[in-house]
């Protein structure tokens, strides 16, 4: 009898072959090592993390006194969020 693999159910994406192989050897690396991939990319916070420093943010944000500077502050971080 054989075993069928199936793929997970992806968007369709168009993706290079190198990102696909890059990808493989990446997973055949953590595998290995008995790490999760995400081991490999230490500057992606973690979701709780996100929510902490949306919390600082604000709560820095609120503590701004002047009208100014809050909007200056507001087009800082509006600007660093565009790609």
């Known amino acids: 009898m054989t075993c069928a693999t199936t793929q997970p159910v992806t968007p369709s994406v168009r993706r ?8 493989a ?8 090592l008995r790490l999760p991939v ?6 992606k916070p973690e979701p709780g993390e996100t929510v902490a420093q949306a919390a600082d ?5 609120m503590a701004i006194e002047t009208v100014a500077a809050r909007r200056t502050c507001l087009a800082y971080v509006r600007a ?3 790609p």
């Open 16 to 23: 290079r072959p190198e990102t696909d192989r890059s990808a």
């Open 25 to 32: 050897m990446l997973e055949r690396i953590a595998d290995t």
């Open 38 to 43: 995400d081991a490999f990319f230490p500057d």
């Open 57 to 61: 943010l604000v709560t820095a944000f």
């Open 80 to 82: 660093m969020a565009r």
